[in-house]
């Protein structure tokens, strides 16, 4: 665990920096595999960059909201580089809504859309089980097992370790796009589904965890809700994809 | 399709905690969410002495400074403030003072010319910045009324809407 880098005056956040460079590899990967894929790269990659300042801002006001009258008092801490009062899921759902209505308005088809993305946002997962291991958090539950780490006064799952592995081992998948063809959208939903998976299984290793009535660990309800609707999907569109081709076999067919 | 998700359905209900271990981390004293605030006893600027674990039941903000440290200057006039506003409905501020890495005759004349008017523990050994991990000043921990850590902000300064919103949280927790 390594959380910060003092560098003079400056206390330069590590987990912080890994994030952005999560950020900037997975960009740079979307652009790639949006030009493989035919899609304007430019716009891909604004719509990346619409959803990450709409999320940042988004997560403050959402923060900000929560306690106006301390902010309309003092408006100018709204501009604060404190990222203990960003609004997290808030600026996420933000983030999301703004990308999508940003490639609804600019004519950016779904699935091709969603397939460019796939690897940049699994290169951002590594980036982010990184992050999570030098800031110590999402860490694990304790354990006696010989590969344990000491963490907050405790030897513990290297829940951190396991997140990233798993995040390499998907990475790689989503990268060689196993499933699909080229653009259909089902490397997209390949990489939510195996991320949801991942999430379900390592989060019995985890020491953080919200828990809900009955014992049930929130993250894992939440990922097989969203693993049925992934694969669920999945099947639709590959049906849809198939159909399509046999419309084109017959009608090709009948050409001859 | 039926087999992934049985299996995960499976995995959840398998790996489902008990009640009395959903809180295990509120038990162990580590400077961190989510955690117990490490226990302490320090000698008070002017006088007398001070015990962490002698404030449960209040909300507690301990603010490690020195007097040479920028950020720290910045802020304590915001946290003077949120201090004299907060102080009747029960709010406990310590500025705890790194004297290993200053001296007490500093620390007591930035406190008077900030007009500092809560206490001013003393951490003449370091002991204290070893037990919360300091790793930059200023550094603040918002505590609540059980002595858990609930918010954690490295470095600074804050702004007064900041330590307000903290704040706000640990007094809306019920005695």
């Known amino acids: 665990m390594y959380p ?24 740079s990967l979307a652009e790639k595999e ?14 990346i960059i619409v959803g990450l300042i709409a999320g940042i801002v988004g ?16 408006p100018l801490s709204l501009l604060a580089l404190n990222v203990n009062t960003l609004a997290g899921f808030d600026g996420l759902l933000i983030g999301l809504v703004a990308a999508i209505l940003y490639g609804w308005r600019r004519k950016l088809p779904l699935r091709p859309t969603l397939d460019a993305l796939a690897p940049g946002l699994a290169a951002f997962m590594v980036a982010l089980g990184v992050a999570h291991l030098l800031s110590g958090d999402a860490f694990g539950a304790p354990t006696d097992l010989p590969w344990s780490i000491y963490l907050w006064s405790e030897v513990r799952h290297p829940s951190q370790v396991y997140e990233i592995l798993a995040a390499v081992v998907i990475f790689f998948i989503v990268y060689k796009r196993p499933l699909g063809q080229a653009g259909d959208g089902i490397n997209f939903l390949m990489l939510v589904a195996l991320s949801s998976a991942a999430r379900i299984f390592l989060e019995a290793f985890r020491g953080d965890s919200v828990i809900w009535p009955g014992g049930f660990r929130a993250v894992q309800v939440v990922g097989l809700i969203i693993l049925s609707i992934t694969l669920y999907i999945m099947r639709i569109w590959a049906r849809a994809q198939e159909a399509e081709e046999k419309r084109h076999e017959i009608s090709e067919k009948g050409i001859l | 399709m039926i087999v992934v998700l049985s299996l995960g359905a499976g995995w959840t209900l398998l790996s489902r905690l008990p009640p009395a271990a959903a809180n295990a981390a509120e038990q162990i004293a580590t400077p961190r969410e989510g955690f117990m605030a490490p226990d302490f006893n320090l000698d008070l600027l002017g006088g007398g002495d001070i015990t962490l674990s002698e404030l449960r039941g209040k909300p507690v903000v301990v603010n490690l400074w020195a007097s040479w440290c920028p950020p720290c200057r910045a802020e304590m006039p915001a946290i003077q403030k949120v201090y004299q506003d907060y102080q009747e409905l029960g709010l406990v501020v310590l500025g705890v003072n790194t004297t290993n890495q200053d001296n007490e005759a500093d620390a ?8 500092l008017t809560f206490p001013i523990p003393l951490d003449r050994d370091g002991s204290v910045s070893i037990q919360y991990e300091l790793r930059g000043l200023p550094t603040t921990f918002f505590i609540d009324r059980k002595g858990i850590i609930r918010s954690v902000v490295v470095g600074g300064p804050m702004s007064e809407a900041v330590i307000r919103s903290k704040v706000e949280d640990l007094l809306k927790e019920t005695p």
Do not use: M
């Open chain 1, 4 to 27: 910060y880098l003092r560098l003079g005056p400056f206390l330069l956040q590590l987990p912080l920096l890994l994030l952005l460079v999560g950020v900037w590899i997975g960009s």
């Open chain 1, 34 to 47: 949006a030009a493989r894929l035919k899609l304007p790269s430019t716009l891909v990659s604004n719509l």
């Open chain 1, 59 to 74: 997560a403050r006001l959402a923060y900000a909201a929560r306690y106006l009258q301390a902010y309309l008092d003092n």
């Open chain 2, 108 to 115: 007591a004349a930035f406190v008077r010319d900030y007009g």
